[in-house]
């Protein structure tokens, strides 16, 4: 006899915060979706997980950029006979060149994967589980939600976007069995803070970094994941960031966007 598992989709698998939050889903027995562009690594992540945990791992490789891609995904879904109990909007992309800088393809690519496809699967996937009566939204934010970010100026745009949208469904759908949670981790150790960092030329910046603010990737995803199971609608990953986030509440924005500009204009 078969039993049911439910299905975690998990956008942008391939590294970093999503690879293991494919794990800790995986780990509880959940099925797996495994969405990003590189197909061999999710290949690769797909094998690890069905070997170590029996579970069943479906590889969707994607480029989420597109405006048409949160359709496409969707449809191939559905056309696969999947049913998705938890959707988690992790892909992302980020630059810390200045918003003049940036080229144009860049720059509309970063509000793609980070803001419209987060919005057209989020739209796509909610009417389902609202028809099930149960299902599970997590979307990866950022701890810059809270605040202006002078040089990544979209890339903030896109988080604070992601936080105010998961805020706002999270309590549009009380009552219907449907949670939504922005997950915003502070500085975590992945394949995007080594690359921006090196974007700017200023990969000493990394040493400067406290210890105890770095975070790994499979520590966020499990807390990631226990906010996502208690359908809280926002968690900061790590005390340090919980305690600046609501330190930065209290000062006024406009000395916040100022010394966030400062300092963007020195790192150039
Ligand atoms: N690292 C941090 O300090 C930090 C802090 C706060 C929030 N976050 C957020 O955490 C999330 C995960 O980032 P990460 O730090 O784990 O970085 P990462 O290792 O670079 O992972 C980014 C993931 O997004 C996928 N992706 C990028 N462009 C894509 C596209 N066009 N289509 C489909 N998938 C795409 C990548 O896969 P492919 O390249 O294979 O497509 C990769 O799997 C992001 O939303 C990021 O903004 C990170």
Redesign the pocket.
């Known amino acids: 006899m078969s039993t049911y598992r439910e299905t975690a989709l998990i956008?942008?698998?391939?590294?970093?915060?999503?690879?293991?939050l494919a794990k800790v889903f995986a780990k509880n027995d959940y099925d797996v979706v495994l969405?990003?562009?590189?197909e061999a690594?999710?290949r690769e992540l797909a094998d690890e997980l069905i070997e170590n945990y029996g579970v069943e791992a479906t590889v969707m490789?994607?480029?989420?950029?597109t405006r048409e891609?949160p359709r496409e995904l969707f449809d191939s879904v559905q056309a696969a006979g999947i049913s998705v109990d938890v959707l988690v909007?992790?892909?992302?992309?980020?630059t810390t060149q200045f918003f003049r800088d940036a080229s144009f393809e860049d720059t509309m690519?970063i509000l793609?994967?980070?803001a419209a496809?987060v919005t057209g699967l989020s739209h796509l996937f909610l009417n389902p589980m609202i028809e099930r009566g149960h299902g599970r939204i997590l979307n990866?934010?950022?701890?810059?939600s809270f605040v202006p970010t002078p040089s990544f100026a979209i890339?903030g745009a896109t988080?604070a976007f992601?936080l105010s949208l998961s805020e706002a469904l999270s309590e549009e759908l009380k009552g219907t069995g449907v949670t939504v949670t922005a997950?915003?981790?502070?500085?975590?150790?992945?394949?995007?803070?080594s690359?921006a960092f090196q974007e700017t030329g200023y990969a000493e910046i990394e040493s400067l970094v406290p210890r105890f603010v770095k975070?790994t990737?499979e520590k966020?995803a499990q807390e990631g994941y226990r906010a996502c199971m208690s359908g809280r609608a926002v968690h900061i990953t790590g005390l340090p960031n919980q305690l600046s986030a609501q330190w930065l509440r209290y000062q006024p924005r406009w000395l916040v966007r100022s010394v966030g500009g400062m300092m963007a204009r020195m790192r150039k």
Request: proline share 4%; aromatic share 4%.
């Open positions: 956008t942008g698998a391939s590294s970093g915060i999503g690879r293991e969405v990003a562009r590189r690594a999710l490789p994607k480029d989420l950029s891609a909007n992790n892909a992302g992309v980020a690519n793609h994967v980070n496809s990866v934010a950022s701890i810059v890339y988080k992601v997950l915003c981790p502070g500085y975590t150790q992945t394949d995007m803070i690359g975070m990737a966020v």
